[in-house]
Each structure stands twice: as C-alpha cells, then as structure tokens.
C-alpha cells in the first residue's frame, strides 16, 4: 500500500505535474511558475517533517559546504567559461544585456532566483526526490538515481516551450543530483545551484527559460 502510495507521488509529481501545466499557454505557465513551486516544495516539506528520516536533518546541513567547496566552484569556474563563449558566439545580441541594460533588475533577479526558485526547486527535486527513491529503490546504485533525476529535472523544463531549456536543465540536474548525492547537503546543492542560475541570467540566457520565472515576476 505504501510503495503504491509512492508510486502514485513520483509519477503524479515528477511527471504529471509538468505535463499538466503543458495544457496551458506558455505565458500562463510561466506566471504559475514560481506559486507551484512554493506549494509543492512546502508539501514535501511537511511530508519530511512526519518522517523520521536523515533527510530533514540535510536541510540544515551545512558542514559539507565547507569542506568540499573547492570542487563546486572550479566545476562553476570551469563550465562558466565555457558556458559565457557559446553565449557570446551562439547569441552575441542577448550576451550580458541584462546586466548591462537593467542593471538594477538584474541585481534583483540574482538576490531573489536563489530564494523564490533554486530553494523550492532543490526542496522538490533533490531533497525529497532522493529520500522517497531511496526508499522505493534500496538496492539501485547512486549514480542511476542520479541519472533519473536529471531526466526528471530536464522534463520539468518542457513547460518553457522550447528544447534548449529541458536539455540546459539536464545537464545542470546532472551536476546538482551528484552534488546532493555525494554530500548530501541542501545548503551545498542550493549555493551551486544558485551560481549556475545567476550566471545564466548575467549572461543573457534568461529568454531560453521564457525570461526566466523570477524575472518575468520583476517585469510584470
């Protein structure tokens, strides 16, 4: 009963979720964007919190941060630089627009993406994604649940409308599922990710996520 209970939270959630809100026009899904993913991630909260496990004791665990920072920021250094050349040949019209032509947005869009979007979102697809598959697949090794993770994280993304997006999340759920997985750290998972988002907007890729949910909330 309980693992069909599980069942039915991973396939509602993970898969039926996004591609409910495919149902809606894009500008409507975006506007939703960042509600939905208060709501959900507060529900896996207050699951968590009525389970005994060591999950909700990584939700306040920090140590990890510290001791393994150097590997978190010299794959950001590293994929950053690569990630700022494509920009600048791929779309050299959107390279650092907004930074440049919306400095005082773009300050905004950095302070509040980590709070209103990689917090819900690492919450939903990090945090209670790996305590509920845990359980639901003791025996499957830590790299395919990191693999399906990402598969999951990059489907999330449809709901932008365009293929880079989902593909861009993808690779990002690569990094942010083996980042918890090996720490298993919240607060470590939240900061890369955080970096990776910021970094994205600085360089003018917000519109690949339809402006981005956070920002299209300060361009309303």
């Known amino acids: 009963m309980k693992n069909s ?46 389970q005994k496990r060591q999950s909700r004791d990584e939700l306040r665990s920090g140590e990890t941060m510290i001791c393994q920072w150097r590997g978190v920021l010299l794959r950001f250094l590293i994929g950053g630089v690569v990630l700022a050349v494509v920009a600048k040949r791929c779309v050299p019209e ?72 989902p593909l861009m999340a993808m690779a990002g759920g690569v990094m942010f599922a083996s980042n918890y997985a090996s720490r298993r750290s919240f607060l470590c998972v939240v900061v890369e990710h955080a970096m990776w988002g910021d970094l994205i907007f600085t360089l003018g890729l917000g519109p690949v996520f339809a402006g981005g949910t956070v920002a299209h909330l300060l361009m309303r």
């Open 5 to 50: 209970r599980n069942w039915l939270v991973l396939l509602g959630l993970y898969l039926g979720v996004p591609a409910g809100m495919l149902a809606l026009p894009v500008e409507l899904r975006v506007r939703l964007g960042i509600p939905v993913l208060l709501v959900i991630a507060a529900g896996c909260g207050f699951a968590m919190s009525r």
């Open 94 to 165: 959107w390279f650092l627009s907004l930074p440049m032509d919306h400095p005082r947005r773009w300050l905004a869009i950095c302070v509040l993406y980590p709070l209103l979007s990689v917090c819900p979102q690492e919450m939903i697809y990090r945090v209670f994604f790996f305590d509920l598959a845990s359980g639901m697949f003791p025996g499957l090794g830590k790299w395919w649940l990191v693999v399906v993770n990402a598969m999951l994280f990059g489907f999330a993304h449809v709901v932008f409308g365009n293929v880079w997006a």
